[in-house]
């Protein structure tokens, strides 16, 4: 997905719904397989959704790798 200088601030802003999301169910003490079944990442995607089964995978990919960021103090 290509875009211009003028869509950063919202990918930004995305990305900070995702970490915040993902912090909370870290902060819930939740697994991460409790985490990938529970945590509704923002709405707003950055990715056409074509593909359910694609945006389900980047999904879960985002919540896995924000997940391990947070258990280990990042």
Same mark, same amino acid.
């Given at each position: 997905?290509?875009?211009?200088?003028?869509? *950063?601030?919202?990918? #930004?802003?995305?990305? =900070?719904?995702?970490?915040?999301? *993902? #912090? !909370?169910?870290?902060?819930? @003490?939740?697994?991460? =397989?409790?985490?990938? !079944? @529970?945590?509704?990442?923002?709405? #707003?995607?950055?990715?056409?959704?074509?593909?359910?089964? &694609?945006?389900? !995978? *980047?999904? #879960?990919?985002?919540?896995?790798?924000?997940? &391990?960021?947070?258990?280990?103090? @990042?």
């Amino acid at each position: 997905y290509v875009c211009d200088k003028s869509y *950063v601030a919202t990918m #930004r802003l995305i990305i =900070e719904d995702w970490i915040a999301a *993902v #912090r !909370e169910a870290v902060s819930m @003490k939740l697994s991460l =397989e409790e985490a990938n !079944e @529970k945590i509704k990442l923002p709405e #707003r995607s950055p990715y056409p959704v074509s593909d359910p089964i &694609r945006a389900a !995978e *980047v999904r #879960r990919m985002n919540i896995e790798y924000l997940y &391990r960021l947070c258990i280990n103090g @990042k």
